[in-house]
């Protein structure tokens, strides 16, 4: 069984800028979480994406956002890069939201 | 605001002892909670969790504990080996979100 994807896995973008990232849960998952990895703030939750809506949301600005598609696939949006950005943007696939996940590679995005 | 801790950035045990990873959390609408192991450029992998309806879960050298009253958990990880050596998660969850802590460093010496 394939595990969870995320593309791309390097991205350097310039203050202002926006960004889309894209993750692949596993296969017959339908719910897609993102977190936000830094070494000051740790691990901090994003959102969550089951069956299409948005379950649950963490503490972070508008100018995040993410869809999910019907086929699960989940984008992540941010808009208006600011430096503090830069971080590993960690995606993590579950069965339901109460089962265990299983996170992706991640994608790792500097903004200049 | 840090409603999961974990107080101890870093730990070291010998090969064959006991490990023993603390979390603590603040919030008691938490519910559920889940020990994830990360290796350096790779995704958190997950261990093993447990119930607030529970106060003990093993899936076999993993054993986490839930003192609901204290709100306070711990992994134990015995025996411990090289490879266990990561930083280890811990994350509470309740309806709305996920909480992670900060991560503590495992080092297990040969």
């Known amino acids: 069984k394939a595990g969870v994807t995320q593309t791309p896995r390097y991205l350097i973008k310039t203050r202002g800028q926006q960004v889309t990232l894209s993750c692949s849960p596993i296969s017959g998952h339908r719910s897609v979480s993102w977190y936000q990895q830094t070494p000051g703030q740790g691990l901090q939750f994003l959102f969550e994406?089951?069956?299409?809506?948005?379950?649950n949301k963490g503490n972070f600005p508008g100018r995040f956002s993410g869809r999910q598609f019907s086929n699960s696939r989940s984008e992540m949006n941010v808009s208006t890069l600011e430096l503090g950005d830069s971080a590993l943007y960690l995606c993590?696939?579950?069965?339901?939201?109460?089962?265990?996940?299983?996170f992706g590679p991640g994608t790792r995005l500097t903004v200049l | 605001d840090q409603q999961v801790k974990q107080n101890s950035p870093s730990l070291s045990v010998q090969e064959g002892r006991i490990s023993i990873l603390n979390c603590d959390y603040t919030?008691?609408?938490?519910?559920?909670f889940l020990w994830y192991k990360k290796y350096p450029a790779e995704g958190p992998t997950f261990l093993i969790s447990?119930?607030?309806?529970?106060d003990k879960n093993e899936d076999g050298r993993f054993t986490v504990f839930l003192n609901k009253s204290a709100k306070h958990l711990s992994l134990h990880i015995v025996p411990s080996q090289p490879g266990d050596s990561a930083v280890y998660f811990c994350a509470a969850r309740d309806n709305n979100d996920m909480r992670f802590g900060a991560g503590t460093r495992l080092t297990v010496k040969p």
């Open positions: 994406y089951f069956s299409e809506t948005q379950r």
């Open positions: 919030n008691s609408m938490f519910d559920y």
């Open positions: 993590a696939s579950s069965i339901d939201s109460y089962n265990e996940q299983f």
């Open positions: 447990i119930s607030s309806i529970k």
